[in-house]
């Protein structure tokens, strides 16, 4: 049982450069979120979805795009990689209408700098 | 718009004593729930308990225990008996019920000393 997987779990890139954060769940849950965090300021919602084709706006969801094609996976992309992009970007899921005793599922994040 | 508030960015703690992380949340929203997540160094987000706005009753796990007081809107975290193994940095995380967002607290961290 993976989980949630996310894919790649490091990745350097220059600025100006695009690129897409894969998450993965086989859990078949329905909601999933990205989450940048920083040091000192705790995880802040990027993006997410309630749903296979939905996406909604999170907190800082500026110079990123996301998209929900399938049930199972979550993309995160950016289009023109800027060095304030430089974080640590987790995927979560979790199930609908059961947040009770369902908590959301992490990944293990992604480690990205941008030079 | 929802805002979760832990005030302390770092704590020490003896072994077997307990501790309390403070959470406040302001959200307009009648329902919703409450979650206490762990980061150890090793990265990982571990869930630790959950309280719903409609809860009756604190939420007890183990350990762990939520002090839900809902008319302050706080939902601080009681660890008992620590152990070195809890030292990590905790996060403190509302999920809003009318469109599913859920948002986190800048984290505190709580250091275990033997």
């Known amino acids: 049982n993976a989980g949630v997987t996310q894919t790649p779990k490091f990745r350097v890139l220059k600025t100006g450069q695009s690129m897409t954060l894969l998450c993965a769940q086989d859990?078949?849950?329905?909601?999933m979120y990205w989450y940048r965090q920083d040091p000192g300021m705790g995880l802040r919602l990027i993006h997410y979805s309630v749903g296979e084709g939905t996406t909604a706006k999170g907190e800082v969801p500026d110079g990123y795009n996301v998209s929900r094609l399938k049930k199972q996976n979550f993309l995160l992309g950016l289009e023109s990689a800027a060095p304030s992009q430089t974080s640590v970007y987790f995927c979560?899921?979790?199930?609908?209408?059961?947040?009770?005793?369902?908590?959301?599922?992490f990944g293990d994040g992604t480690r990205l700098s941008i030079l | 718009a929802q805002k979760i508030t832990q005030t302390q960015p770092g704590m020490f703690v003896q072994e077997k004593e307990a501790v309390t992380l403070d959470c406040t949340y302001d959200?307009?929203?009648?329902?919703?729930?409450l979650f206490w997540y762990k980061q150890p160094s090793s990265g990982e987000m571990i869930f630790l308990i959950y309280q719903g706005s409609y809860d009756q009753q604190n939420a007890t796990e183990g350990r762990y225990s939520l002090n839900f007081q809902k008319a302050r809107k706080s939902a601080n975290l009681v660890i008992s008996a620590s152990q070195l193994g809890d030292s990590a940095m905790y996060f403190c995380a509302m999920l809003r019920s009318n469109d599913y967002k859920l948002s986190f607290g800048a984290g505190t961290t709580v250091t275990v000393r033997a």
């Open positions: 959200t307009s929203d009648p329902s919703y729930g």
């Open positions: 979560a899921s979790s199930y609908l209408q059961d947040y009770s005793n369902q908590p959301q599922h």
């Open positions: 859990m078949n849950h329905e909601y």
